[in-house]
């Protein structure tokens, strides 16, 4: 059974930083393409960033490209998000999750709250 494990989201200022970690169990994700997404309140799960098996290709929702950098150690099985310069309308609980093959179940996600 594959599992997620997220962290490191918390409460920050408008303009702050924040580094979430995505422990994978269950599988290798060498084999697997890489998201982090995110859920707002009343809203829908979307991704924000994605991230090839090697880690050579990545691309970012607009919302968040220049300001998100996602990245990842196969020899850790552990994918990350840096946030930076980050926004009150970048709260959301964050999960990630394999992109391909599709989504396993979903972990629990971490809480990011942006205080204006």
């Known amino acids: 059974q594959v599992q997620m494990v997220e962290s490191g989201g918390g409460l920050v200022q408008a303009g702050g930083s924040l580094r979430l970690s995505c422990g994978v169990s269950?599988?290798?994700?060498?084999?697997?393409?890489m998201g982090w997404f995110r859920q707002a309140p009343g809203k829908e799960r979307d991704v924000v960033a994605a991230?090839?098996?090697?880690?050579?290709?990545?691309s970012y929702a607009d919302s968040v490209k220049g300001r998100f950098t996602i990245s990842r150690d196969n020899a850790k099985n552990t994918v990350y998000l840096q946030m930076d310069s980050l926004k009150p309308e970048d709260t959301a609980v964050y999960y990630c999750?394999?992109?391909?093959?599709?989504?396993?179940?979903w972990g629990r996600g971490t809480q990011v709250t942006v205080s204006s």
């Open positions: 999750n394999s992109r391909d093959p599709s989504p396993f179940s």
């Open positions: 269950g599988r290798t994700i060498s084999s697997l393409a």
């Open positions: 991230i090839s098996r090697s880690g050579i290709s990545k």
